[in-house]
C-alpha cells in the first residue's frame, strides 16, 4: 500500500525592498521579468560561507556538478550520487519552461543540503538559516532537504526546492503560495530513467512515484465533497501548506494547466509578473488566458471563458487519475448552440464518439419542457486481453464511478453557471454529475443549458475504445 509522505515543504523568500525601476510599467516579457529578478538579486544578503572542514569532521561530504554542490552524510550509493546530475539536467528544463536564455544560467549554483541526521549539521553549522526543517527549505541559493525513505520522493524534493531557488535567483519573487508551490509541484513531479531526467511528468501509474500521493489527495477530497474550486486554489495561504492537501490542489492545477493546450501558456507566463498581492498574480494569468484565448476565438466573451475553465477543471478534478488521457478528454464548447424548438426537424440526431470524453451536442434544453431520448449502437470498450463489446447500457462487469463502463451519460451545463461545487442531489447539471441514460430516458431539465454526451470510461482507457452512439431526441 501507498504510504503517503506528509509533505511540510516549508518554502520561504527574503523579500526584503523592491529595487526601484520602473520594471512595473515594462512590457511583460521574459527579458523584464529576468531584469527584475536581477535587480532583486542585488539585494541579497551574502551567504556565511559553509565551514569545509567542520562539516567534514561531522562525517559530511560533498558532491559537485556544475549547478549543484550537495553536502550529505548519506552513505556513497549510485542513487544518492547521481543526484548532482539529475539537479543540472533541471536548469536547462526550467529555461526552456520559462522560455529564458540557458545562457544566462550557465554559472547558476546551488549549494544543497541532504540530511538524514540533522545534528551532524547543526554541528557542521549548516542548519543555522533553517527554522525547522519537516522535509525541505529553500533561501536564495541555498536548499535543504530531509532524506526522505523513498529514493523517488528524495529526487523529487531536491527538484521542488531546486525549483524554488530557480525562481528566487531569475525572478526575483515567487508569487503567491498556488503558483509558487503548484509550479515546483508541477516541475519535481518526474520521471528518471537512464539517467534522463523528464520533468513536469503527469504519472502513468503509482508505482511511478513512491510517497508521491497528490492525485490521492485531491481524489480524497473530492469524495469527502472537499472540493476546491480554481478560487479556492488562488486562496491557498501559505499557512495551509502546513497540511500535504495544499500541495496536491496546487499540483492538480498547475498540471491541469501545464496539459490543456487552452490553459498552458498563461500559466507558464504567469511566472514573467509575480510581483505584487497574491490576488493581483491570479488576475493577471485570467488576463493572459481571455487574452490568448480571444486572439484565437473572438466570438468567446470573458465570461464564458471563465465558466469554460470552471468546467474544465471540475471535470478533470471529477475523472483525476493516474494515466489521464488530456487529448481525449478535452471538451470543445458549441458557440452555435441552439434550443431544439428553433430546429425545424421533429427529431434530432446526435452521434456520440465513445474514444472521447465529453462532446456538446449543439442542442440547448430549455427548462421545464419534456425531451425524449433513445440510443443505440454497438461499440468497442478495450481491446485487451480480449475485444470487449458494448451497448449504450454499459457492461455490469467493469464499474467506474458505481455505473457500469460504456453507459451512455448526459449533462446539462447551466447557461449560468456560477456555482460549480458539485450538488450531490440533482443529477444532469454540471460535468461531476451526470445522468445515466443508457438505452434512453425521458427527461425534463430544471435549468436550461447546453446538453453534452459521452460514455461511462476510465479516463485513462479511453485510446482502447471504437465505435459511436447514435442518440435520437424528440420533445415529449
Ligand atoms: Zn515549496
Same mark, same amino acid.
Not at 559537485?64 to 533541471?90: C, G, R, W
Not at 544543497?112 to 533561501?139: C, N, S, T
Not at 440510443?375 to 458505481?402: D, V
Given at each position: 500500500?501507498?504510504?503517503?509522505? #506528509?509533505?511540510?515543504? @516549508?518554502?520561504?523568500?527574503?523579500?526584503?525592498?523592491?529595487?526601484?525601476? /520602473?520594471?512595473?510599467?515594462?512590457?511583460?516579457?521574459?527579458?523584464?521579468?529576468?531584469?527584475?529578478?536581477?535587480?532583486?538579486?542585488?539585494?541579497?544578503?551574502?551567504?556565511?560561507?559553509?565551514?569545509?572542514?567542520?562539516?567534514?569532521? /561531522?562525517? @559530511?561530504?560533498?558532491?559537485?556538478?556544475?549547478?549543484?554542490?550537495?553536502?550529505?552524510?548519506?552513505?556513497?550509493?549510485?542513487?544518492?550520487?547521481?543526484?548532482?546530475?539529475?539537479?543540472?539536467?533541471?536548469?536547462?528544463?526550467?529555461?526552456?519552461? #520559462?522560455?529564458?536564455?540557458? $545562457?544566462?544560467?550557465?554559472?547558476?549554483?546551488?549549494?544543497?543540503?541532504?540530511?538524514?541526521?540533522?545534528?551532524?549539521?547543526?554541528?557542521?553549522?549548516?542548519?543555522?538559516?533553517?527554522?525547522?526543517?519537516?522535509?525541505?527549505?529553500?533561501?536564495?541559493?541555498?536548499?535543504?532537504?530531509?532524506?526522505?525513505?523513498?529514493?523517488?520522493? =528524495?529526487?523529487?524534493?531536491?527538484?521542488?526546492?531546486?525549483?524554488?531557488?530557480?525562481?528566487?535567483?531569475?525572478?526575483?519573487?515567487?508569487?503567491?503560495?498556488?503558483?509558487?508551490?503548484?509550479?515546483?509541484?508541477?516541475?519535481?513531479?518526474?520521471?528518471?530513467?537512464?539517467? $534522463?531526467?523528464?520533468?513536469?511528468?503527469?504519472?502513468?501509474?503509482?508505482?511511478?512515484?513512491?510517497?508521491?500521493?497528490?492525485?490521492?489527495?485531491?481524489?480524497?477530497?473530492?469524495?469527502?465533497?472537499?472540493?476546491?474550486?480554481?478560487?479556492?486554489?488562488?486562496?491557498?495561504?501559505?499557512?495551509?501548506?502546513?497540511? *500535504?492537501?495544499?500541495?496536491?490542489?496546487?499540483?492538480?492545477?498547475?498540471?491541469?494547466?501545464?496539459?490543456?493546450?487552452?490553459?498552458?501558456?498563461?500559466?507558464?507566463?504567469?511566472?514573467?509578473?509575480?510581483?505584487?498581492?497574491?490576488?493581483?498574480?491570479?488576475?493577471?494569468?485570467?488576463?493572459?488566458?481571455?487574452?490568448?484565448?480571444?486572439?484565437?476565438?473572438?466570438?468567446? *466573451?470573458?465570461?464564458?471563458?471563465?465558466?469554460?475553465?470552471? *468546467?474544465?477543471?471540475?471535470?478533470?478534478?471529477? /475523472?483525476?487519475?493516474?494515466?489521464?488521457?488530456?487529448?481525449?478528454? =478535452?471538451?470543445?464548447?458549441?458557440? *452555435?448552440?441552439?434550443?431544439?424548438?428553433?430546429?425545424?426537424?421533429?427529431?434530432?440526431?446526435?452521434?456520440?464518439?465513445?474514444?472521447?470524453?465529453?462532446?456538446?451536442?449543439?442542442?440547448?434544453?430549455?427548462?421545464?419542457?419534456?425531451? $425524449?431520448?433513445?440510443?443505440?449502437?454497438? #461499440?468497442?470498450?478495450?481491446?485487451?486481453?480480449?475485444?470487449?463489446?458494448?451497448?449504450?447500457?454499459?457492461?455490469?462487469?467493469?464499474?467506474?464511478?458505481? @455505473?457500469?463502463?460504456?453507459?451512455?451519460?448526459?449533462?446539462?451545463?447551466?447557461?449560468?453557471?456560477?456555482?460549480?461545487?458539485?450538488?450531490?442531489?440533482?443529477?444532469?447539471?454540471?460535468?461531476?454529475?451526470?445522468?445515466?441514460?443508457?438505452?434512453?430516458?425521458?427527461?425534463?431539465?430544471?435549468?436550461?443549458?447546453?446538453?453534452?454526451?459521452?460514455?461511462?470510461? #476510465?479516463?485513462?482507457?479511453?485510446?482502447?475504445?471504437?465505435?459511436?452512439?447514435?442518440?435520437?431526441?424528440?420533445?415529449?
Amino acid at each position: 500500500m501507498l504510504q503517503y509522505q #506528509f509533505l511540510f515543504l @516549508i518554502t520561504f523568500l527574503y523579500l526584503g525592498i523592491f529595487p526601484e525601476t /520602473n520594471f512595473f510599467a515594462e512590457e511583460i516579457s521574459p527579458g523584464s521579468a529576468e531584469r527584475f529578478g536581477g535587480e532583486f538579486r542585488k539585494n541579497w544578503m551574502p551567504e556565511r560561507p559553509v565551514d569545509e572542514s567542520l562539516l567534514k569532521q /561531522n562525517g @559530511i561530504r560533498r558532491l559537485e556538478s556544475k549547478h549543484l554542490t550537495l553536502y550529505t552524510d548519506l552513505p556513497a550509493s549510485e542513487q544518492v550520487d547521481n543526484l548532482p546530475t539529475l539537479f543540472d539536467q533541471l536548469i536547462p528544463l526550467l529555461c526552456h519552461y #520559462f522560455e529564458l536564455n540557458h $545562457r544566462h544560467y550557465e554559472t547558476f549554483k546551488v549549494e544543497g543540503f541532504l540530511i538524514d541526521d540533522f545534528e551532524k549539521f547543526q554541528q557542521g553549522g549548516a542548519v543555522h538559516q533553517v527554522p525547522e526543517l519537516r522535509h525541505g527549505y529553500a533561501l536564495r541559493c541555498r536548499i535543504w532537504v530531509r532524506n526522505p525513505d523513498s529514493e523517488y520522493y =528524495r529526487r523529487h524534493l531536491l527538484l521542488h526546492e531546486g525549483v524554488h531557488t530557480f525562481m528566487g535567483y531569475a525572478f526575483g519573487v515567487w508569487g503567491p503560495p498556488w503558483y509558487r508551490e503548484g509550479t515546483a509541484e508541477l516541475l519535481a513531479t518526474h520521471l528518471w530513467e537512464n539517467k $534522463r531526467l523528464t520533468a513536469a511528468r503527469f504519472p502513468k501509474s503509482r508505482n511511478e512515484l513512491s510517497g508521491w500521493g497528490r492525485i490521492e489527495i485531491v481524489r480524497n477530497d473530492f469524495t469527502k465533497n472537499r472540493f476546491r474550486t480554481i478560487q479556492n486554489v488562488f486562496e491557498l495561504e501559505s499557512e495551509d501548506y502546513d497540511e *500535504n492537501t495544499a500541495y496536491g490542489w496546487s499540483w492538480a492545477f498547475a498540471a491541469f494547466c501545464e496539459n490543456h493546450p487552452r490553459y498552458q501558456t498563461a500559466f507558464r507566463q504567469t511566472a514573467w509578473k509575480l510581483y505584487g498581492k497574491p490576488d493581483s498574480i491570479a488576475k493577471h494569468f485570467t488576463e493572459l488566458l481571455i487574452k490568448k484565448i480571444q486572439n484565437e476565438s473572438p466570438e468567446w *466573451n470573458k465570461q464564458e471563458i471563465m465558466d469554460h475553465l470552471d *468546467n474544465d477543471w471540475l471535470d478533470f478534478i471529477t /475523472n483525476l487519475d493516474y494515466g489521464y488521457d488530456f487529448e481525449r478528454t =478535452r471538451i470543445d464548447y458549441d458557440k *452555435n448552440i441552439q434550443p431544439f424548438s428553433a430546429i425545424s426537424a421533429k427529431e434530432i440526431q446526435c452521434q456520440i464518439q465513445t474514444d472521447k470524453g465529453w462532446q456538446s451536442s449543439g442542442i440547448r434544453l430549455e427548462q421545464g419542457k419534456t425531451y $425524449r431520448f433513445t440510443a443505440s449502437g454497438r #461499440f468497442q470498450l478495450a481491446e485487451k486481453p480480449k475485444i470487449w463489446y458494448s451497448e449504450p447500457n454499459g457492461i455490469t462487469l467493469r464499474y467506474y464511478h458505481s @455505473i457500469p463502463i460504456g453507459t451512455l451519460l448526459a449533462t446539462l451545463i447551466p447557461d449560468k453557471t456560477e456555482n460549480f461545487a458539485p450538488k450531490k442531489e440533482t443529477t444532469g447539471i454540471g460535468f461531476s454529475m451526470p445522468k445515466n441514460f443508457g438505452y434512453g430516458e425521458v427527461w425534463t431539465p430544471e435549468v436550461s443549458g447546453e446538453l453534452f454526451f459521452r460514455i461511462n470510461d #476510465f479516463p485513462s482507457e479511453l485510446s482502447d475504445n471504437n465505435g459511436s452512439v447514435t442518440v435520437k431526441l424528440t420533445v415529449n
